[in-house]
């Protein structure tokens, strides 16, 4: 069973940055979006940033112009460059890869903006 592992969450104050990544422990074929997922405690699972096969994006736009995300599909890994980061961004943050045929999800890995 091919899994999503989620690295680099931790802690940091608000303004600073964190690198999380993202790759699976097998080969995933077939994959056309990888993206990152959030959840705040009480709060619903929310899209935070895709990627395309084709290496198109696409990014809530609470995240725009401070979040990056970039990766190789056929790789099955991706990465989310988080700056200036906000208290309100504290969550876990979840991996995700789409196939034809399913769906595949990370554990998570907790990011905590707080002074």
């Known amino acids: 069973q091919v899994q999503l592992r989620e690295s680099g969450g931790g802690l940091v104050q608000p303004g600073g940055s964190l690198s999380l990544s993202c790759a699976a422990s097998?080969?995933?074929?077939?994959?056309?979006?990888m993206g990152w997922y959030r959840q705040a405690p009480g709060q619903q699972r929310e899209l935070v940033a895709i990627?395309?096969?084709?290496?198109?994006?696409n990014y809530a736009d609470f995240v725009k112009g401070r979040f990056t995300i970039s990766g190789d599909n056929a790789k099955s890994t991706v990465f989310l460059q988080m700056n200036s980061l906000k208290p309100e961004d504290t969550a876990v943050y979840y991996c995700?890869?789409?196939?034809?045929?399913?769906?595949?999800w990370g554990q998570g890995t907790q990011v905590t903006v707080s002074s």
């Open positions: 097998g080969v995933i074929f077939g994959v056309t979006v």
């Open positions: 995700h890869a789409r196939t034809i045929s399913r769906n595949y």
């Open positions: 990627r395309t096969s084709g290496g198109s994006t």
